[in-house]
């Protein structure tokens, strides 16, 4: 089991996070409803006064049904989206694999992408002129590396993103859903570099709707329920009450 610190790596305090939702889609929608005194549009509150840390070290899952804010809660915590009100503060350089393909450019080629996410990462040109070989080969998209990437499946987004990412000097890793992409021998490579990273010490932050998975890769579960925490103990036991 790795050395956990006592300084957590992230820090999430009294956080909200809404968004406006428009129920129209076009002019004449729009003038419709306006006639019509009809609101064109209506607040959705995605997280609700959020607490919690999460130490160095940690294997965290984030759990709860589809509009309980995880996803929302790991942008935040990976500076894609800010709070409304509260506060995330994170220690230590923090990778996202947030949404597949996310960062990448679709008229260069997956070379020059490499560089790029690498410099998103805060990796320096020349820390990732010494990992290219090894993020290319982990990726198996060796044929492909030179191709545009709009002519890239989803898979082959994700065996690059995810390469880069886990070759980065990184602290922390947030990982939204994108080991459920792809065929299952990488699937398996990738949970097997994820546990290396852990017992390396690194800090891991899952959504995934993979009960068994992050039931099996993560010690903690935070479930979110309307916004909120609704439970933070145990990774088995959470996967039990959503399951109950």
Do not use: W
Request: hydrophobic letters at 40%; aromatic letters at 6%.
């Amino acid at each position: 089991m790795p050395r956990i610190s006592d300084a957590p790596r992230i820090l999430v305090e009294d956080v909200h996070k809404h968004f406006k939702l428009r129920h129209t889609h076009s002019m004449k929608e729009t003038f419709v409803a306006a006639m019509r005194r009809k609101p064109l549009t209506s607040e959705f509150q995605a997280l609700d006064g959020i607490s919690f840390e999460i130490g160095e070290g940690e294997a965290v899952a984030l759990l709860g049904f589809n509009g309980s804010g995880k996803s929302t809660m790991l942008k935040l915590i990976s500076g894609v989206l800010r709070p409304d009100e509260g506060q995330v503060r994170t220690r230590g350089r923090v990778a996202g694999l947030i949404e597949v393909g996310a960062g990448f450019h679709p008229d260069l080629s997956g070379r020059e992408n490499v560089y790029l996410n690498a410099a998103i990462l805060g990796m320096s040109k020349k820390e990732t002129k010494e990992q290219f070989d090894s993020i290319v080969e982990f990726s198996e998209i060796e044929k492909f590396i030179d191709t545009e990437v709009k002519h890239y499946s989803s898979g082959m987004f994700l065996r690059l993103a995810f390469s880069v990412a886990i070759h980065t000097h990184l602290d922390v890793l947030l990982i939204d859903e994108i080991l459920s992409v792809g065929d299952e021998p990488f699937q398996k490579k990738c949970l097997a570099r994820v546990r290396e990273l852990h017992s390396q010490g690194k800090t891991l932050v899952v959504v995934s709707h993979d009960l068994n998975m992050v039931s099996h890769l993560c010690e903690r579960g935070i479930l979110l329920q309307d916004g909120k925490v609704r439970f933070d103990g145990p990774s088995a036991d959470a996967v039990e009450l959503m399951r109950s």
